[in-house]
């Protein structure tokens, strides 16, 4: 299969399937597996080799050891918040939920890898050209999803209710909703915007998962072009647990150190100063007798 270079934000999604399949990689050792990443990447052109330091440690200047640090720091979270979103989704089909809405889904495989019980409907949402790219890799691997899967070519920044709708998503069935490294690419007013639509759409027993970029993550990367975070634009509220009470969510906030340490895998570099708040977001719709009482 020849490879394709990808462009602008959703090239970050083939750089996180190289994450994924380098993790897949660790055997008995790794939080998950996710057997397609790798064609995912190698489709994408990015080697599978274990990247390192260009430079050795001691021969790299300050500038250079601190961007290595802050991307190995961002390796550790694509891992840990993989494995939080994955039990997050078992949870909610645990307790019935057979809608799942991934937005943003770039190479998102959970379709294929995860145990999905019977009758559950899993939308991926995204642009056409990385819907294409992705199932371009899928037919040459002959997957076969194990719930029913079902695309839907819109941007986000356009009536994707309606697209999402057309599909025959039922706004009357209990929703999953994963927002994975989306939200940072989005400005603050966007967020709301997409959430707001999110709350409109969901049914009692909903729940939500989400991945927002931490206090001060803007800063700490601002020097690094020709990265990903070039594009990021926003990060968390002060309080994110309030912020979505405000929109109709019971929520909790993860560091991922503390994920990352219940996993079995602590992260050595130490915390940030202006770290804060969790930012892996485990939420469910709040009922209307909730808000009553409230």
Do not use: H
């Amino acid at each position: 299969m020849s490879t394709v270079q990808p462009s602008g934000v959703w090239a970050t999604a083939v750089g996180v399937a190289r994450i994924r399949a380098l993790e897949s990689a660790r055997g008995e050792a790794a939080l998950f597996r996710d057997p397609l990443a790798a064609a995912f990447a190698t489709a994408g052109g990015l080697s599978l080799s274990p990247r390192t330091a260009e430079t050795p440690e001691r021969e790299r200047s300050e500038a250079e050891q601190a961007a290595w640090r802050r991307w190995t720091g961002v390796a550790f979270s694509i891992v840990v918040r993989t494995r939080f979103l994955d039990d997050l989704l078992d949870a909610a089909t645990a307790a019935g939920v057979r809608q799942v809405v991934l937005l943003g889904a770039g190479m998102d495989s959970r379709a294929y890898r995860l145990d999905w019980p019977a009758k559950t409907r899993l939308f991926e949402v995204d642009t056409a050209e990385p819907l294409e790219f992705k199932e371009s890799v899928l037919r040459a691997e002959r997957a076969e999803p194990a719930c029913e899967r079902i695309t839907v070519a819109v941007d986000l920044r356009d009536d994707w209710p309606a697209a999402l709708l057309g599909a025959g998503f039922d706004p009357g069935a209990a929703t999953v909703w994963i927002a994975e490294g989306l939200l940072i690419y989005l400005p603050e007013e966007a967020v709301a915007v997409l959430l707001g639509r999110v709350g409109e759409l969901s049914a009692p027993g909903s729940r939500m998962g989400l991945t927002l970029g931490g206090r001060g993550v803007l800063e700490r990367f601002s020097q690094d072009r020709g990265t990903p975070a070039a594009m990021w634009v926003s990060e968390m509220p002060e309080d994110p647990v309030g912020w979505l009470a405000g929109l109709g969510w019971d929520a909790e906030a993860f560091t991922l150190r503390e994920r990352g340490a219940a996993y079995g895998r602590p992260f050595s570099e130490p915390p940030q100063r202006d770290e804060g708040p969790g930012g892996l977001i485990s939420a469910v719709l709040r009922t209307r007798d909730t808000d009553a009482r409230s």
